[in-house]
């Protein structure tokens, strides 16, 4: 079955530490994922897309098929950065499964 | 400018009354969702229609009913309220889902 596991519910660093959000996958095809934020009280926005190789915010996944993963990544976290984050998984044409979510809370 | 709007942002209503969430998107996509967040922060989808046609229906009660008068709209109306509806509904919509989808800004309904 198709899955997307996020294994912390609770991600707490320091302003300026590394951040490592991690995602693993269970998909028997080509995956796509994505990570999407979720800052407090706002609607989920797109963060980036494993097909663009793009980084955001200085944020950056590399998906890791032997591993299953894909790994959000930052070398100097910011308080700004404080949010929910979602792994997400493209099962069939349209449809999106979502992690449980992991909340980075980024310490002064 | 809002790409995707719901409204209400906030209901709050008694346990059996019948509600409705509406949501527009001006983007000119194709598909449009409504997602569940509970208070756990999971989040689930629950329908998806592509061009007004009904494409996924998870397992959902069947009190709950989208509706989708045109491409641009997906309304979801719920009936007899009950307490587990409590929770954050997110409508969104995408045209190519390699794109990834861009999300209301949520509804937070509250059953008392």
């Known amino acids: 079955a198709q899955r997307v596991t996020q294994p912390e519910k609770l991600l707490s660093v320091f302003k300026g530490a590394p951040v490592e959000l991690k995602c693993n996958y269970s998909?028997?095809?080509?995956?796509?994922l994505f990570w999407y934020v979720q800052y407090s009280r706002q609607r989920l926005q797109l963060l980036l897309r494993h097909i663009s190789r793009e980084s955001i915010k200085g944020f950056t996944a590399d998906l890791n098929k032997g591993e299953t993963s894909f790994h959000l990544k930052k070398p100097f976290a910011q308080e700004e950065d404080s949010a929910m984050y979602y792994c997400?998984?493209?099962?069939?044409?349209?449809?999106?499964?979502f992690g449980a979510g992991t909340r980075l809370a980024v310490h002064p | 400018d809002t790409a995707v709007s719901q409204t209400p942002k906030y209901l709050v209503t008694q346990m059996g009354n019948d509600k409705s969430i509406k949501c527009e998107q001006n983007?000119?996509?194709?598909?449009m969702y409504w997602y569940k967040q509970d208070s756990k922060k999971f989040l689930k989808i629950m329908f998806s229609?592509?061009?007004?046609?009904?494409?996924i229906n998870e397992t959902v009660p069947n009190r709950f009913s989208p509706k989708s008068p045109d491409k641009a709209h997906l309304n979801l109306h719920i009936n007899s309220l009950e307490l587990g509806d409590s929770a954050v509904y997110f409508c969104a919509s995408s045209q190519s889902p390699a794109e990834g989808y861009t999300f209301g800004s949520g509804t937070r309904l509250t059953v008392v």
């Open positions: 229609y592509n061009n007004k046609e009904l494409i």
């Open positions: 983007l000119g996509h194709d598909t």
């Open positions: 998909y028997s095809g080509s995956p796509e």
């Open positions: 997400a998984l493209r099962k069939g044409y349209n449809k999106l499964i």
